[in-house]
């Protein structure tokens, strides 16, 4: 499906929000949104991201890109909310990036696949620092807390993150996600309290597999 990555990577390039939007709505009528969101949507933002780094596009291009993609997810969202209604259950996630992380594209399509699966999700963005994440964290108490981190050198700040949350008393699910955890070994990291989730494909395993339920054993 690689003509529909490009497709939609140049829809994106070209400041076509409009047409990026459509586009992907189209996609949809065809494949689940699982699929648009890792073997459409996901490729086509590391295609761009490629671009960048070979100095073919400009930081400009690369934030427009951003910002289109965030527009098309969040109008994605929006009409999927008006669908499906707003049954939820009680598990409750909390999402963020760690600090100094400025990707967030694919965070938000796990907070949507999250949603998607009925759960309350508090989407707190990009480069949060810790203590500002420990506010909401310990006021809203989430069953599953997921941190994003794309480049190698944040593993520093994901350990610090890590043993800070597995000391909460609540025991919640501490996810490790964003593309540094589909490029690196991370298998030092997990453990009954900590998963590293691959992908989307591997979190929508984790839903289907009914592995919530472990939830319980450790909250």
Not at 166 to 174: C, F, G, N, R
Not at 178 to 186: I, N, S, T, V, Y
């Amino acid at each position: 499906m690689k003509e529909y990555q490009e497709k939609l990577a140049l829809y994106f390039l070209d400041g076509n929000e409009e047409q990026a939007l459509q586009y992907t709505k189209e996609l949809l009528e065809r494949y689940p949104r699982l699929y648009l969101f890792e073997d459409i949507i996901t490729p086509a933002m590391y295609y761009i991201g490629e671009l960048w780094e070979k100095n073919e596009i400009s930081v400009a291009d690369e934030h427009l890109v951003t910002a289109i993609c965030d527009f098309v997810l969040s109008k994605l969202e929006a009409e999927a909310e008006d669908i499906k209604g707003h049954k939820q259950k009680k598990y409750k996630a909390i999402l963020f990036g760690v600090e100094q992380e400025q990707h967030y594209i694919g965070l938000k399509m796990v907070a949507d696949t999250f949603k998607d699966n009925g759960w309350r999700v508090r989407y707190l963005g990009p480069n949060l620092p810790l203590d500002h994440s420990l506010v909401q964290i310990e006021k809203y108490k989430p069953e599953v807390i997921g941190l994003s981190a794309a480049l190698s050198y944040r593993l520093p700040t994901l350990k610090i993150l890590i043993e800070r949350f597995k000391k909460l008393p609540w025991k919640p699910l501490i996810m490790i996600g964003g593309r540094m955890a589909k490029k690196f070994d991370l298998d030092e990291f997990e453990s009954d309290q900590v998963m590293v989730v691959k992908d989307l494909n591997h979190l929508h395993r984790w839903f289907k597999e009914g592995r919530e339920d472990l939830i319980n054993e450790t909250s």
